[in-house]
Structures are given as structure tokens and as C-alpha cells.
């Protein structure tokens, strides 16, 4: 009696994949997708920002009343703009955190309110420096002047509350803070409608209000710092989240 | 023209201050990252 051997061939089960990166909070945010685009956002800001600042000291034509004091605006009014941009993310993802109360929307109100303190405070330092000229003193407590401190006030204590405590009953905390600081924009924007102020109201109508080379200015720095606030935006909610899996994997590790 | 120049410099060094920012965060993180993967690895 022979035995017949088979010729055994064992089949090698693939090795178990072992997630080397957890799933990003949003696709855009994995290495694949974030990378380049923030390679194209970096440049394309940085080019426009370039064309905006040629624009503003040299295609823009010099006011007459200020002179080049009125260059400010060119990128003071942008700060501004992604200031109530950063704030009206914060709102939108503050809402959704209390609503699902997943991690990415806590990451992404998180870093958007860093973003907004950071161009409100540009904001609050460039109007000094133009008022100084117009109106001849730095600082008058007006009703958009005093709205917009209010509002980097109520974001600087958003970030201070975050910077205590890491915690899901903070994070809820800051949510509430986010959504209730947001309510000031619309009164920032309305207060020169509203009340009697020094503030100039922005007009960029074809009849009257802003010379064309200054509104093509405007728009060209307007475009640039939004694609900045893009570029930074990318990178910091990408930090959040890495530091989030470094939290999570810590925590895992003591517990 | 003073106000401008200062105003301009402003910009350029709290928005570069704040890029730079999260440049060294990420930085610090990703390498509290690797060093977590080497510890867990076993590697030195």
C-alpha cells in the first residue's frame, strides 16, 4: 500500500493590514489628497499675494486726501473678511459638533478660531495705522471698532477655554462660545448702518464709491488670503487631527 | 507712508509668525508620532 503524498501547499493568508495611518477626518486631509493640494495652495496664494502687493503699492492710484496711508485697506479689508470667514466656520462647525458630536467638527471649529484671532488681530492693528492718518488718533471707541474688539475678545477667551482643559465637556463649552460669538458678526457688519460712525462704509458700485484700479486691487488681495486661509486651514485641521491620534494612542497606551 | 510700511510689515510677520507656528506643531507632533511607532515596533 503506497501512500500517495500530496504535495501539500499551504495558502499564505495575507498579512493582516495593519492601518499605518487611522482614517482622516475628512479625505481631503489624507496624505495623498492634502499633500499636493497644499503644495498648490501654498504656491497659489503666495503668487497672488505676490500680484496683490505689486497692485496695491503700484497699479492702485494714490487717494488724495490720505495718500499712501489708504494702502492699508488693500489688505485690511481681506484680514477682515477672513476674520468673519473663520468665524462663520467656527458657528457652522460648532453646530454640527453638538449636534453628532464627532471629533472632526470640535478639530475644525478649533482650528478655524485660531485662523479668525489671528486675521481679526491683523484687523485690529492695521486700522490703528490707517485711522491715525484719516482721523487723527489711533483708537475711538466707534460702534464697528468696538463690535470687532468684542469679537476678538470673545474668540481669544474661545482659545484661552481650549487651552485649559482637553475634554468633551470643554469641548462642548467652546462650542456654545463659538456659536454665541459668531452673533456678533452680523452686528460688526450692520453697525455702520445702525448707529453714527467714523467707520467708512465700503462701496464698490460702478456709480460712485471705489476707483476700478483700487476695486481690481481689492478683489486681487481678497482672492489672495482666501486661498492663504485655504492653505494654513488644510495644514492646521491636519495637525489637530495628528494630534488627536497621538492623544488617543497615549491614552490607549496608560489605560 | 510710515503707517503703510508698518502696517505692511505687521501682516507679513504675524501671518508668517503663525505659519511658522504650525510648521513646528506639526513637526513636534509627527515626531511624537514616529517615536511611538518605533517604541512600539521595539525599535531604539
Do not use: C
Not at chain 1, 497659489?44 to 497692485?55: K, N, P, T
Not at chain 2, 503703510?4 to 511658522?20: F, K, R
Amino acid at each position: 500500500m503506497s501512500a500517495t503524498v500530496l504535495p501539500l501547499k499551504i495558502k499564505e493568508e495575507p498579512a493582516a493590514a495593519v492601518p499605518v495611518e487611522p482614517a482622516p477626518y475628512w479625505r481631503v486631509l489624507g496624505d495623498r489628497a492634502a499633500v499636493p493640494l497644499m503644495r498648490v495652495l501654498a504656491a497659489a496664494s503666495l503668487a497672488v499675494i505676490a500680484i496683490a502687493l505689486y497692485m496695491a503699492l503700484f497699479y492702485a492710484p494714490r487717494e488724495a486726501t490720505m495718500g499712501d496711508a489708504q494702502r492699508i485697506f488693500y489688505f485690511h479689508v481681506p484680514s477682515a473678511w477672513i476674520g468673519f470667514l473663520a468665524f462663520g466656520v467656527v458657528f457652522v462647525a460648532s453646530i454640527m459638533y453638538l449636534i453628532k458630536g464627532e471629533a472632526r467638527w470640535d478639530a475644525l471649529a478649533l482650528s478655524s478660531a485660531e485662523m479668525g484671532v489671528v486675521f481679526t488681530t491683523l484687523v485690529l492693528l492695521t486700522g490703528p495705522l490707517w485711522a491715525k492718518v484719516a482721523w487723527g488718533t489711533y483708537w475711538t471707541w466707534d460702534a464697528r471698532l468696538t463690535t470687532t474688539l468684542i469679537l476678538w475678545m470673545i474668540y481669544v477667551g474661545y482659545l484661552r477655554l481650549r487651552s485649559v482643559a482637553d475634554s468633551r465637556r470643554m469641548s462642548r463649552l467652546a462650542a456654545i462660545t463659538g456659536i454665541i460669538g459668531f452673533l456678533n458678526v452680523p452686528l460688526i457688519y450692520l453697525s455702520v448702518v445702525w448707529w453714527r460712525t467714523m467707520h467708512p462704509t465700503l462701496l464698490v458700485t460702478n456709480e460712485g464709491g471705489l476707483e476700478p484700479r483700487m476695486t481690481q486691487t481689492l478683489m486681487v488681495a481678497l482672492l489672495s488670503f482666501t486661498l492663504l486661509y485655504g492653505w494654513f486651514m488644510l495644514a492646521r485641521l491636519r495637525l489637530e487631527q495628528r494630534r488627536n491620534q497621538l492623544a488617543a494612542r497615549l491614552a490607549a497606551r496608560e489605560g | 507712508m510710515t503707517n503703510m510700511i508698518i502696517a505692511y510689515v505687521l501682516i507679513a510677520v504675524l501671518l508668517t509668525a503663525y505659519g511658522a507656528s504650525v510648521y513646528v506643531r506639526s513637526r513636534q507632533t509627527d515626531a511624537a508620532l514616529r517615536a511611538l511607532d518605533a517604541d512600539e515596533d521595539g525599535r531604539p
